[in-house]
Each structure stands twice: as C-alpha cells, then as structure tokens.
C-alpha cells in the first residue's frame, strides 16, 4: 500500500474516531456538566493540538532525526526490517510505552522535569482534547524517543502513520470525559478512570497512574490508584495546587520563570497582548457566543484572584 493512501485511511479512522469519543462524551459523561467549549478548548485545538504539533513534527523529523540518520550508520542495527509491520507495530508500542511510564512518574519527581509536565496537569476540566497540552519540551524528548528508533531500526514506513494514529486515539481516549468500565482488561489497558484521577488534584496520585496505554505498568510497579469512584466535581478538585497561566506563551515561560499573572498586567504592553487573544476569539466566536466558555474568553485581570502557592508536589521534594 501506498504511503499516501495510508495516511488517507488514518486520517479518516482518526476523524472517525473524534466524532465518536465526542458523542461519547455527550451521551455518558464521567464528570456532569462540562461544556465542550470548556474553559481553554480553544488553547488547546489552535496551539497546541494545530500550531504546536505542526512545528514541532518538522522540528523532530528534518532537524533532530534526519541529522541523525544521515550522518551516521544504522544499517547494522535495523534488526526490526524483516519483521512483519504488526510486529514492528507492537514492538515500538510497548518499548515507548515503557519508556514514557518511566519517564512520566521521572516527571512527577524531578521538580526540574516537573516544570515540562505541568501544562498537561494545568486544565480543570478534561476531555477529549486535554492530552494535547503538552509542553514543548515534552513533546521534543518523547516523539524524539517515540520516532527516531523507528527510523533508524529500519521498521516499515508504515509504522509511523500506524503509530501515530495509535497515540492520537489513546490520547484521546484515556482523556475522555467518559464512563466506561473495561473490566479486567483496565489491568492492562489505561482507562479514562485511571487516567482522569491522574488529572485530578489530590495528593494521592501526585505518583500515581502515570501509565499511557497500557494500565500493567502501573500494577506492576506498584503505582496504581483506583479507588473505585470519582474524584469531586469541584474546580479545586482538578489540575494543578496553584494559579497557571491561561496564556500559551505564558504557559511556557512560568516553566521557565515562576510569576504572577495579575501583577504583568499594570506593563500596559502586557495588558494589551494579553487582552488581545480573547478579544480576536471572541469576535470569530460571535456567532456561537451562546455556546462559548465565558471564563476562556474573559482577560485574567477580571478573573485571577488568587496568588501562587508551591506545589505539593514541589514541597513533597524538599
Ligand atoms: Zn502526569
Ligand atoms: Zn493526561
């Protein structure tokens, strides 16, 4: 099969698969009540789910894994190339699984590594989409670790679109607003269940549940948390201990430098940039106002009333 007309068909399974989780979600929700323009929808779908992800992709294939490929010789190591594809498919699945339960529960230790992780913590309502927000350090160490031992193994051309389809409906599905139970099988496969607790702000699964698709790594190293019912409806049960950004750029600079928000917005400059995200969205969205997350689209400064708090987390490694 062709390249093209694989990407064809995983783009259709994949936007298949969105109209499905999105009806899901609607018909039996884990968590009642939230909207699906919920606060930060529109951050999550144009930065990181379009913009970020579409740089990001020429970032790691033509400048960190084409240099690497290219300047030295693999051809001594491609022992996956005669494998059959769902070999290779398989392979990779559970070797990056392993790595990124590794590396997610090294995330929740280190409070340097923390500072890449907690975007994806920073929601307080989570859905479908949440799995994207992801920082962009994150994103580089782990499809730079996902990709280029597929490329430089020798696997299939064809492991990379399967693959990648894989991790977009997992994503999705882990972060899903649904009530689903899988039975026994959640003792291998992650599930909204056990995924969701993990967004949840309770001190419990601060290192638990770091598991992506499969739930065995969990169980096996000892990290799961299930307590059998879910965890509060409140905005305080969900996210992250402490005050975030609601900005993109800001998002990423608070991992780099911890500020205040409400405190930026006395620099007129700052005001306006701020001010302006929301006031664009808000005039493409008119004509769905109706339907549209007021708290996303309202400037902090009428918003924030809070002042940053260390992490649990953070004072747990002091
Ligand atoms: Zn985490
Ligand atoms: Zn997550």
Do not use: C
């Given at each position: 099969m062709s390249q093209e007309k694989l990407l064809t068909i995983t783009t259709t399974i994949l936007v298949l698969w969105v109209i499905f989780i999105i009806t899901w979600e609607r018909v039996s929700p884990y968590r009642k009540g939230l909207k699906f323009f919920r606060e930060g929808f529109w951050i999550d779908l144009v930065w990181y789910t379009l913009i970020q992800s579409y740089f990001l992709k020429i970032l790691i294939f033509d400048y960190i894994i084409a240099p690497i490929q290219h300047h030295l010789d693999w051809s001594s190591f491609q022992f996956v190339a005669h494998w059959p594809i769902a070999v290779q498919v398989l392979f990779f699945l559970v070797t990056h699984d392993l790595y990124i339960y590794l590396f997610h529960r090294l995330q929740h230790r280190s409070k340097f590594l923390w500072r890449t992780h907690e975007a994806h913590h920073s929601g307080k309502e989570v859905d479908f989409l949440s799995g994207s927000r992801s920082h962009i350090i994150e994103i580089i160490i782990n499809q730079t670790i996902e990709f280029a031992p597929i490329i430089l193994l020798g696997a299939d051309p064809a492991v990379i679109p399967i693959k990648a389809l894989l991790d977009a409906m997992f994503g999705m599905f882990i972060h899903a607003n649904v009530n689903v139970k899988l039975g026994k099988l959640k003792y291998i496969l992650n599930t909204p269940e056990l995924h969701l607790w993990h967004h949840a702000n309770y001190i419990e699964v601060f290192h638990a549940?770091?598991?992506?698709?499969?739930s065995i790594w969990d169980h096996l190293f000892g990290s799961a948390y299930d307590p059998g019912h879910p965890p509060g409806?409140?905005?305080?049960?969900?996210?992250?201990?402490y005050e975030y950004p609601r900005d993109y750029f800001m998002q990423h600079a608070f991992s780099v430098k911890r500020f205040d928000e409400k405190k930026l917005l006395k620099y007129k400059w700052f005001e306006r940039y701020y001010n302006l995200r929301p006031a664009i969205l808000s005039l493409l969205l008119s004509p769905w106002k109706k339907h549209y997350s007021k708290t996303d689209a309202t400037p902090p400064s009428a918003t924030i009333d809070t002042t940053i708090t260390t992490h649990p987390q953070e004072e747990i490694l002091q």
């Amino acid at each position: 099969m062709s390249q093209e007309k694989l990407l064809t068909i995983t783009t259709t399974i994949l936007v298949l698969w969105v109209i499905f989780i999105i009806t899901w979600e609607r018909v039996s929700p884990y968590r009642k009540g939230l909207k699906f323009f919920r606060e930060g929808f529109w951050i999550d779908l144009v930065w990181y789910t379009l913009i970020q992800s579409y740089f990001l992709k020429i970032l790691i294939f033509d400048y960190i894994i084409a240099p690497i490929q290219h300047h030295l010789d693999w051809s001594s190591f491609q022992f996956v190339a005669h494998w059959p594809i769902a070999v290779q498919v398989l392979f990779f699945l559970v070797t990056h699984d392993l790595y990124i339960y590794l590396f997610h529960r090294l995330q929740h230790r280190s409070k340097f590594l923390w500072r890449t992780h907690e975007a994806h913590h920073s929601g307080k309502e989570v859905d479908f989409l949440s799995g994207s927000r992801s920082h962009i350090i994150e994103i580089i160490i782990n499809q730079t670790i996902e990709f280029a031992p597929i490329i430089l193994l020798g696997a299939d051309p064809a492991v990379i679109p399967i693959k990648a389809l894989l991790d977009a409906m997992f994503g999705m599905f882990i972060h899903a607003n649904v009530n689903v139970k899988l039975g026994k099988l959640k003792y291998i496969l992650n599930t909204p269940e056990l995924h969701l607790w993990h967004h949840a702000n309770y001190i419990e699964v601060f290192h638990a549940n770091f598991a992506t698709k499969f739930s065995i790594w969990d169980h096996l190293f000892g990290s799961a948390y299930d307590p059998g019912h879910p965890p509060g409806n409140e905005r305080e049960n969900w996210g992250l201990g402490y005050e975030y950004p609601r900005d993109y750029f800001m998002q990423h600079a608070f991992s780099v430098k911890r500020f205040d928000e409400k405190k930026l917005l006395k620099y007129k400059w700052f005001e306006r940039y701020y001010n302006l995200r929301p006031a664009i969205l808000s005039l493409l969205l008119s004509p769905w106002k109706k339907h549209y997350s007021k708290t996303d689209a309202t400037p902090p400064s009428a918003t924030i009333d809070t002042t940053i708090t260390t992490h649990p987390q953070e004072e747990i490694l002091q």
